[in-house]
C-alpha cells in the first residue's frame, strides 16, 4: 500500500512541476501587441522572438505615396530600423538614411542599414494611410482592422500569465 502512495505523491509532483513550467514559459515569453494608447486595450497580439523582421506599410499623407518600413526585434525587445522604401523623394523624405541605398527594378528606393532604435511605434491610425504590419510575412494586421483616428502602439513586450483579453 506504501508504494501505492508513494506513485501518487510522484505523480502530483510531476504534474505541479510541469504545470508551473508550462506556466513559468508562457509568462516570459515576447509578444508583438498593438493597443490603444489612452485605454491600453490590446487589438492585436503576436508571440515574437528576437531577430523576427516587422514590416510596417503605410501612405505617406502628403506625397501619397507608399512608404515601406523594416524592422528587426532586438534581444532588448526594442525595435531597430533596419531598412526603409518608397518609391520618390517629397516633403519629409529623407535622401540620405543608412550606410546602403539602391534602386530596385519596379523603380523603389531602398535605404538600408539604418539602426535607429525605438522602443515602440507610435501612430495615428488611418484606415487609408495604414497599409500591413506583418511579422516574418505573416500578416499581423491592417489599417482598417484597428480603430479610426486612434493613436496606436506597437511594442514588444513580455507576456505576462495573467494578460488581459485580446480584442480580434
Known sequence: MKGKKDWIRII???LVATGLFAWWQQANRAVLRV???QTREIYREIPVQAGDHLYFGWMHSLEHIPWNEVF????DRTLVLDEISFPAFGAGIPENKGKRTWVDKKGMIHMAE??????CLDWINSHYATRDIKVNETLVTTGPQ???HRRLLLCIEKK??????VKK
Open 146 to 148: 484597428l480603430p479610426e
Open 35 to 37: 493597443r490603444d494608447y
Open 114 to 119: 539604418i539602426g535607429q532604435v525605438f522602443p
Open 160 to 165: 505576462g500569465f495573467f494578460d488581459g483579453y
Open 72 to 75: 528587426y526585434i532586438a534581444e
Open 12 to 14: 502530483i509532483v510531476l
